[in-house]
């Protein structure tokens, strides 16, 4: 069953109905634009971190867009929007005030309760810091429920980093171990260069206690995953967060089938060891954006 936060036990019509919610604010960051939502009956969206909503701007259409904020935050929940057609344009040009539709929250998210008194290996590509930053806001909100806490994220370029007061506070906070680098650096660039591997190849990990969540073009999960079972991880405790194509977001229009898995539904979180041998999966070049 997918996890429906606080609809579970709701008729299953009720997943058709998109729910108003408000734009409360929005601020464009790098080439994204960050939006926050309030349900119109002000109650808690109900999710976990790396669960996704159907999000309809009326006249144009529906898409599956990742939360990217922690249910441990106010009752009020955010998205992070990369124009890439018809929809989301729509919505990177949305208007505080403006008032869009919700469905879900649906899909498999993070394992957090595996994760719980482990260690937290994140690793974000691009916009994959979307659904990361829920992940990475709810360890930081449960400190003492897990372990080390360790962030790589990378960006093409500086100007293209994501949630750039978030990053500046992980580096500079105790609690979490931050590894930021740019494939590409500029002029202003003091920091690292290079792909994700580099990082994770410089951290000593205790493959025994680390779950590790990888958001990222579907070129990066096969690198990843190379260098994390190089490292000695359990392919059972890698998790890939994974994006298809798809209408519904239920497991009804069957266009995100993956050898009989759902992304929508069985996903869009898999482990890797589920993943392994469908090359579509983890090899696929992300679509252009
Ligand atoms: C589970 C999930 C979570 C997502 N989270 C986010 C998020 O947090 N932020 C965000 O900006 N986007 C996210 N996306 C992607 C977003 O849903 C798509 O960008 C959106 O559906 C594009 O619709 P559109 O009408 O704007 O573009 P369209 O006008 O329909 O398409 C524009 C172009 O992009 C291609 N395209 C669009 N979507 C996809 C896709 N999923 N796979 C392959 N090609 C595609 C089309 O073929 C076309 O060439 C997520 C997708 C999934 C499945």
């Given at each position: 069953m997918p996890e429906t936060g606080k609809r579970a036990g709701v008729p299953a019509d009720w997943t058709y109905l998109p729910e108003p919610a408000r734009i409360v604010s929005i601020r464009r960051e790098a080439v994204d634009a960050v939006i926050e939502l309030e349900l119109a009956d002000r109650s808690a969206l109900g999710h976990k971190p790396g669960q996704f909503v159907q999000v309809s701007m009326f006249g144009f259409g529906e898409i599956p867009i990742s939360i990217c904020s922690s249910p441990t935050r106010t009752g009020r929940f955010k998205l992070c929007v990369r124009p890439a057609g018809h929809v989301s344009n729509a919505l990177y040009r949305a208007s505080e005030g403006d008032w869009v539709g919700i469905r879900g929250p649906f899909g498999r998210g993070f394992p957090i309760r595996t994760m719980r008194n482990r260690d937290v290996l994140a690793v974000a590509g691009g916009i994959g810091l979307a659904p990361l930053r829920s992940l990475i806001q709810y360890v930081r909100d449960n400190r003492e429920a897990y372990g080390r806490l360790v962030v790589?994220?990378?960006?093409?370029?500086?100007?293209?980093?994501l949630f750039r007061t978030d990053v500046e506070a992980w580096t500079r906070g105790e609690d979490v171990e931050m590894f930021l680098t740019v494939d590409e650096a500029d002029e202003s660039w003091t920091g690292r260069t290079g792909v994700v591997t580099g990082p994770l190849k410089e951290i000593d990990l205790?493959?025994?206690?680390t779950v590790a969540a990888v958001v990222g073009p579907p070129v990066m999960f096969r690198f990843v995953a190379a260098e994390l079972l190089a490292k000695g991880m359990n392919r059972r405790r890698i998790f890939f967060s994974?994006?298809?194509?798809?209408?519904?977001?239920?497991?009804?229009?069957?266009?995100?089938q993956l050898n009989g898995m759902y992304v929508c539904q069985d996903g869009p979180?898999?482990?890797?060891?589920d993943l392994e041998g469908f090359s579509e999966a983890v090899e696929a070049r992300a679509p252009e954006r």
């Open positions: 790589v994220y990378g960006a093409r370029n500086p100007s293209l980093i205790s493959t025994r206690s994974l994006e298809r194509r798809f209408e519904c977001g239920i497991g009804k229009c069957g266009h995100c979180v898999f482990r890797y060891s």
